[in-house]
């Protein structure tokens, strides 16, 4: 009864590949993201979707495309690897709705999917 | 968001306390103050958040000064599984699809 789940855990793959990593969350929530943490331990957000609506798009290459077929599933499509993208993608979700002080938008993360280009 | 000033690492010794101090000093005033943690190797977890009232739960407690330009998490009592990276995190509660925006964060080291 895994919260937030992510496919696969680990990824090798060579340059110039096209993968996918999946994500499915069991919460009810109506918000999902996806968030890089390089080899430096920074994390920073790729994407965020709202209600089957792309709400964050940060400086991140066309390379990369999110794809919600449903509110609790959204995975990340990744065309044309280098080895840059070389990383750990972490998956979180939340509900937005709901009053101001409340726990409602606390992010719930998956286990993570470690990318390793060669 | 507002940034945060956290210090780079901390030691603590397994069943004390550990107090983790955080410096949002350009806070505004619908900003929260959160805070999670990351295990190794594992995702974020959340730990608690406030306004201005101190909070606490199972996990930790939350002290927030009175001019909100800093706080402390607490963890009563630390055990080795503790160990993580702590992330202090400044935002509004209620926007939608808000992204938690994270620093470097304080290594906790628990040691027995």
């Known amino acids: 009864d895994t919260a937030v789940s992510q496919t696969p855990k680990y990824l090798v793959t060579q340059m110039g590949n096209d993968k996918s990593i999946k994500c499915e969350q069991n919460?009810?929530?109506?918000?999902m993201y996806w968030y890089k943490q390089d080899s430096k331990k920074f994390l920073k957000i790729m994407f965020s979707?709202?209600?089957?609506?792309?709400?964050i798009n940060e400086t991140v290459p066309n390379r990369f495309s999110p794809k919600s077929p449903d509110k609790a599933h959204l995975n990340l499509h990744i065309n044309s690897l280098e080895l840059g993208d070389s990383a750990v993608y972490f998956c979180?979700?939340?509900?937005?709705?709901?009053?101001?002080?409340?726990?409602?938008?606390?992010?719930?993360f998956g286990p993570g999917t470690r990318l390793t280009v060669l | 968001d507002a940034k945060t000033t956290q210090p780079p690492s901390m030691d603590c010794a397994e069943g004390r306390a550990a107090n983790l101090p955080c410096n949002h000093s350009?806070?505004?005033?619908?900003?929260?103050v959160y805070w999670y943690r990351q295990i190794h190797s594992q995702g974020p977890q959340y730990i608690i958040h406030?306004?201005?009232n101190n909070e606490t739960n199972e996990m930790a407690s939350l002290i927030i000064t009175e001019d909100r330009k800093s706080s402390t998490l607490i963890l009563p009592h630390a055990t080795l599984r503790d160990t993580a990276v702590y992330y202090c995190?400044?935002?509004?509660?209620?926007?939608?699809?808000?992204?938690?925006?994270f620093g470097k964060g304080t290594t906790l080291s628990v040691s027995s």
């Open positions: 995190i400044v935002r509004v509660a209620n926007q939608a699809g808000t992204a938690l925006i």
């Open positions: 919460l009810g929530h109506d918000t």
């Open positions: 979180a979700s939340s509900r937005t709705s709901g009053g101001a002080g409340s726990s409602y938008n606390e992010q719930f």
């Open positions: 406030g306004l201005k």
């Open positions: 350009t806070i505004s005033g619908n900003e929260y």
């Open positions: 979707y709202n209600n089957k609506e792309l709400i």
